[in-house]
């Protein structure tokens, strides 16, 4: 996978709450998700702020998503994966425009700026992302009839968090967001499982971003684990204990991959972590959707499995 891509996703995933590998199982049969057929609407326009030229720019939203779906995933992926992206990316972006009315200040219901909102690549889109993006068209995700949060990652390193273990959510815990394993074998060897070090200074300095003063670093240990076992809580120096998602943004996301640990060991000058995966590991695991299609799996399919107890339904034709 290319690096811009894991770099990408892993910035993306700090939007959201913001950006969990390693395992065998098979991806278990599923149920297709319940679909409404009947269209509800026409297709909107929405406004978006375009990053790189800083124009506002109104274009159709499946184009729109056709642009997200390539920014956000390969697109030579299974045409399945790039589907169930779709359906991610057309649900995040109706949710968070129903809910916060877009990117307020940009003034546009939209942004290419993956800080502020989603990754998009237009000159990426190729016939497979086309094609997702039409056998979905119209397709979101919803749990009581309105759309979902649809958070995704690289990797869940075999089994995906609660957004309270793996983003440190503060609401309540949404009712489809739970922890199951996922087929993410097909990740790069260095997603599969990883180890990272970090010099003394670097931690510190993490730490006092995170309001916490330390002048030394004689031990780390993981603390609290969360459904999945990924560390929610790490203690330094015995009595110093903060988020461990929070700890890993700040430290850096792309580096300390996923809080999905082995082990971490302090020695010398270095504080190194072991672990599995790349990313929040809450939601939709893009390597593991990646098998499902593989698999033969449909995009509802992969959908219903990430997100529990969710319809997709086709607000327009």
Known sequence: MRKKWMVIVAVAMAVALVASGCSLFKAPQQKPVPQQQAGQGTEPEISVYMHETGEKKTMKMEEYIAGVVAGEMKPDWPVA??????????????????????????GTQASTDIKEFQAYSAKEVNDNVKKAVEMTRGMVATYQGKPIRTWFHASAGGVTATAKEGLNFKENEPPYIQSVQSP?????????????????????????????????????????????????????????????????MAIGSTELKSMLLDSVTVEGDKVTFAGKGYGHGVGMSQWGANKMAAEGKKPEDIIGHYFKGVKVEKRWQ
């Open 81 to 106: 994966a790039l589907a169930a992206q779709a359906i991610v990316a057309r649900t995040f972006t109706l949710e968070e425009i129903e809910t916060k009315g877009g990117v307020p200040e940009r």
């Open 184 to 248: 993410d074998d097909l990740a790069p060897a260095d997603v599969k499982n990883w180890t990272v070090s970090f010099s003394k200074q670097r931690v510190m300095a993490a730490l006092s971003a995170m309001g916490q003063r330390v002048t030394t670093i004689d031990s780390v240990e993981m603390g609290q684990k969360g459904p999945s076992g990924r560390t929610t809580g790490l203690v330094f120096n015995k009595t110093v204990q903060v988020s461990g998602p929070e700890f890993r």
